[in-house]
């Protein structure tokens, strides 16, 4: 894969680009909420000051406090300007796992005036590589552990590497800039209906706004616990769990994932006030519990039980799984909908009823429509349309991508490309408009990404992917190939090949080999033929 040369010299802001982006999505001027921080540093870190000495980070045997986070990650936003004055949105990528030292990168990058890359722990090196690339990142921050995997890229001009546990203590950190909360913070990278991931750009207000429709509409607390395993290259993980907790002065027992036993150890114990997961894992959770015996089963249920609140999103919540999970543990888990772009839009209510198979109504702030395949707008009960959202919460921009954005606006609405009704008042998830998105597990997965990769193999001569319903992930990924020549093609060969280039989890579980893919007649492959394939 080729890579575009890196740039050492971070780009001056461009305030005229700033006023575009307001005028393309104008509920970024319009709703602005109150985010201005004390002396102009975002707001996340008056309000650390606030927290000073109360538990941020309860990491295996250490306690982290806000003051601790505010002293690290000053010390590690003074490594980063190594002398500037401001990192003027210069994009620095980091590869760490959650814990004190992720949190304090993410927040030294801030405070340095940079924008923040996440990098996913499961990426591999081709992933990495294309992030580092589109992202056009000057430096990539990095565990001590996880060096290797970042080693063939720091040869690259222009990319400074910094590993993380390098950062000296007792480095003077001087001033640091002041950051407008309309300046840029954040590129998650998201897969969609074009080939390869695209960057969503937040701002500090966009990302301040996303986090206090949640602490108002779910109560946070100072005195909530949440452990968090869900992955920190997604807006899952990173708002509703980890910036909703820090924001609120609560306490974050992280995980490099989700480990269901030492998690489950940690429930039974009692440690927890707030719990966030995928589908997935409420299903995993549901599977093991029929496996332990009357004791264990009791005091991990119990655990669930005392919970204030338990949440599940990022992909449908089977109403069966919500019935279970309730007869099990009393919990009426609070579904909610969002996405990458718009953060959390949809909420069921923390007080009131919690209906199974729906996504509630719109978090405070959120405006919504549901629009036709004509264009027009829904207004009966139980009609689809696809859901159109705006207001504070939405994103600027995808990076460097002008088409695409203009693209996925209508009117200043953003569209999701999901379907649902409204019908007694809930908000019901029915569908998305395209068949070249799958969500496995809570991941968001490109069918056109993964036919790409795998049309790079010598032995393949067309493919198409499709996303499979399935009780645990919700769906999985299947691929049907076309082979080059005679000798068929080895499926373990083949998934060898691939964890090289693609995350484990884009990798296809199913294989079928056939002699054509089912097309129409104007040529073009039909999906739903090519899941049939697999039924
Ligand atoms: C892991 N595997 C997956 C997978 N996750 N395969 C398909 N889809 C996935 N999501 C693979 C592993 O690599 C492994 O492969 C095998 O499945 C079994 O692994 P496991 O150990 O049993 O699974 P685990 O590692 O525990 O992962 C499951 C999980 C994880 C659910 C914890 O997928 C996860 O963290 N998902 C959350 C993703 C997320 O945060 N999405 C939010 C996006 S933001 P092998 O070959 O080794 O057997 C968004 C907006 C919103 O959507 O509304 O929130
Ligand atoms: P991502 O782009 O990774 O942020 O994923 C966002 C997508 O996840 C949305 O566009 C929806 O398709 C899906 N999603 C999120 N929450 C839910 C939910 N509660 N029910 C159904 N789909 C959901």
Known sequence: MMVRKLNLNPPIVDLQHVRDLHRLNPQLSNDKPNCEGLMGQPTLFARAEQHGERTAIADKDCRFSYRHLLDRSAAIAAVLLDGSADL???????????????????????????????????????????TLSDADASCVVVSEALKPRVDSLCHEPGLRCLVVEHVEPSKSTGDLPLVDSDRRAMILYTSGTTGQPKGVVSTHATINAQ???????????????????????????????????????ATIEPFPRFDLDKVLSRVAAGAYSVFMAVPTIYVKIIQHLET??????????DGFASMRLMVSGSAALPATVHKTWAEL??????????????????????????????????????????????????????????????????????W????????????????????????????????????????????????????????????IRECAVVGIADEIWGETVAAAVVQCGNTPVDEAELREWAEQRLSKYKIPRHWKSVDSLPR???????????SALFS
């Open 520 to 530: 129409n007649a104007m040529g073009k492959v039909t999906k739903p033929a090519v």
């Open 292 to 301: 332990l015996d009357e004791q264990n089963r009791r005091q991990i249920v």
């Open 400 to 459: 460097r991508r002008p088409a695409a954005t203009t693209a996925a606006f209508d009117d200043g609405w953003f569209q999701t490309g999901d379907i649902a009704t409204l019908q007694d008042g809930y908000y019901r998830i029915m569908g998305r408009q395209s068949v070249d998105i799958i969500k496995s597990g809570g991941y968001k997965l490109s069918a056109l990404e993964i036919e790409a990769v795998l049309l790079d193999h010598p032995a």
């Open 88 to 130: 003027q949105e210069a994009r620095i990528a980091y590869l760490i796992p959650a814990g004190f030292d992720h949190v304090c990168t993410q927040w030294g990058i801030w405070r340095a005036g940079g924008i923040a890359v996440p990098l996913s722990l499961s990426a591999t090196e081709p992933e990495i590589r294309y």
């Open 329 to 398: 543990t009393g919990q009426h888990l609070l579904e909610r909908y969002g996405m990458t772009e718009i953060g959390m839009a949809l909420s069921n209510p923390y007080a009131g009823e919690r209906r199974p198979g729906t996504v509630g109504q719109p978090l405070p702030g959120v405006k919504l429509r549901l629009v036709s395949d004509s264009g027009k707008g829904v207004t009966d009960e139980g009609q689809p349309g696809q859901i159109q959202v705006r207001g504070p919460c939405v994103f600027g921009e995808y």
């Open 211 to 249: 986090i206090e429709t949640l602490i108002n509409a779910w109560r946070w607390e100072a005195d909530d616990s949440i452990p968090l395993f869900l992955p920190l290259h997604h807006i899952h993980g990173i708002v509703n769990v980890m910036s909703c907790a820090l924001w609120s002065g």
